[in-house]
């Protein structure tokens, strides 16, 4: 059997004008797509997710070197020994008038200063109470 002598059938039926409309139907699909801005799902997929996660390892880092470095440092002056630190100073130059200059002590530091220093533990009716017996006038 040769393909000469099959029958010609029409399996598909086309509207009438169809072909006629279709470039025209053609032309306004490709005009409507030219009016509707590009949608950019690359831009919406970086602010919806790269971004909030490049902000939570900023602000990590951020934490974590600020809370490292003051335990560093905190560390570091715990281990220094109060022998250590006289003998350094009286290794300077620096005098004390100089090194006050450059300190900044509220009264804690002073109260805790005292006590290392005299080892007094006197309230303020135990030294009135001393001074009372002390005659000054014969010093």
């Given at each position: 059997?040769?393909?000469?002598?099959?029958?010609?059938?029409?399996?598909?039926?086309?509207?009438?004008?169809?072909?006629?409309?279709?470039?025209?139907?053609?032309?306004?699909?490709?005009?409507?797509?030219?009016?509707?801005?590009?949608?950019?799902?690359?831009?919406?997929?970086?602010?919806?997710?790269?971004?909030?996660?490049?902000?939570?390892?900023?602000?990590?880092?951020?934490?974590?070197?600020?809370?490292?470095?003051q335990a560093t440092?905190?560390?570091?002056?715990?281990?220094?020994?109060?022998?250590?630190?006289?003998?350094?100073?009286?290794?300077?130059?620096?005098?004390?008038?100089?090194?006050?200059?450059?300190?900044?002590?509220?009264?804690?530091?002073?109260?805790?200063?005292?006590?290392?220093?005299?080892?007094?533990?006197?309230?303020?009716?135990?030294?009135?109470?001393i001074t009372d017996?002390?005659?000054?006038?014969?010093?």
């Amino acid at each position: 059997m040769k393909l000469e002598d099959l029958p010609k059938k029409e399996i598909f039926s086309v509207p009438e004008g169809y072909f006629e409309k279709l470039p025209g139907i053609i032309q306004a699909r490709v005009a409507e797509q030219q009016r509707q801005p590009e949608s950019r799902p690359v831009l919406k997929y970086t602010f919806q997710y790269a971004l909030p996660v490049v902000a939570l390892i900023m602000v990590g880092i951020f934490w974590f070197n600020n809370r490292a470095g003051q335990a560093t440092t905190e560390s570091m002056l715990a281990e220094i020994q109060t022998e250590d630190l006289i003998a350094y100073l009286d290794d300077t130059e620096m005098s004390t008038d100089e090194l006050l200059d450059h300190a900044s002590l509220d009264a804690s530091d002073v109260d805790e200063i005292e006590n290392e220093v005299y080892g007094f533990d006197l309230d303020d009716e135990t030294l009135d109470i001393i001074t009372d017996e002390i005659d000054l006038n014969n010093l």
